[in-house]
């Protein structure tokens, strides 16, 4: 179940299935943006991550980050489901689960019948209220996983976790950007560059337009407020700048976004 519908909600699922639906899963990237969480239900199988292999055993899964190649090295008795989704409420619920770029699989999660979750989302629907409902459902499942396996509390952590606190604090701040986070926090530009794109699988600059962007879907939901309003809501000051960064991350222009979200 693919689709290329329009990001409606802070949280959208992409597509979902098993192996036994495709055999175009053994090799590819993820896209920006997205992550592709990988449940195996019967068997185990070899998962190589940007050149690192991890195995991935019975009731046991791995999260891909945006931008990673993989490659599934499958057997006849491989069973697995997966599910790709994106969205700002993705990177911040995947930030707090103890899947990481370097670490990215987690063991048994031994929930009866938590595959059937991965067969729920419709991805191929325009609905808005099924957009809400696939979104829920992916919530549900995550929510599993924080309960069984919340991020390891360790100090790097401590500071991707203050700068994501200031900078959803001070994201509508025109003038908010990276060198203002690394002074708040009184560390190294570059190691928290590095930092933060190895916990997240994004960079912090990246992490700000997403955090206005998201916020800026809600807001053209509005239709009372011009696109320059919602633009300097979210900290753009200049409305092309702003409707082209938004273009970028969700593939449509600020107006096309409220065109559809009413057609």
């Given amino acids: 179940m693919n689709s290329n519908s329009m990001n409606h909600v802070d949280l ?4 979902s299935g098993n192996n036994l639906q495709t055999n175009s899963l053994h090799a590819e990237t993820v896209a920006f943006s997205s992550y592709k969480l990988f449940y195996i239900y019967r068997g185990s199988c070899v998962v190589n991550v940007n ?28 069973k697995f489901f997966w599910i790709e989704f994106s969205g700002f409420a993705a990177a911040a ?17 031994n929930k009866e019948d938590f595959e059937l979750l991965f067969d729920y989302p419709d991805c191929s ?16 499942m995550l929510s599993f996983y924080l309960e069984m396996f ?17 900078i959803e604090a001070n994201f509508n701040n025109p003038e908010l950007n990276v060198n203002m986070v690394v002074k708040h926090l009184k560390i190294d ?3 928290f560059y590095r930092l933060f794109k190895n916990e997240t699988g994004m960079s912090p600059v990246d992490y700000i337009n997403r955090q206005r962007i998201s916020r ?48």
């Fill in 150 to 166: 919340p991020g390891k509390y360790r100090k790097e952590n401590r500071y991707v976790y203050s700068a994501k606190l200031y």
């Fill in 216 to 263: 800026a879907e809600l807001l053209l939901s509005d239709i009372r407020m011009s696109i320059k309003d919602v633009a300097f809501s979210v900290g753009y000051t200049d409305q092309m700048y702003f409707s082209r960064v938004f273009k970028r991350l969700n593939g449509h222009t600020p107006t096309q976004f409220r065109k559809y979200m009413y057609t």
């Fill in 12 to 15: 959208i699922c992409l597509s």
């Fill in 125 to 140: 629907t325009n609905a808005v209220y099924e957009k809400y409902r696939n979104g829920a459902v992916i919530l549900l």
């Fill in 51 to 78: 050149g690192t292999s991890h195995l991935v055993e019975t009731d046991c899964s791995i999260m891909i980050f945006p931008f990673q190649k993989y490659e599934i090295e499958q057997a006849d008795s491989l």
């Fill in 189 to 191: 530009r570059s190691y």
């Fill in 93 to 109: 619920f995947v930030s707090q689960l103890d899947f990481t770029v370097t670490s990215p699989t987690v063991g048994r999660l």
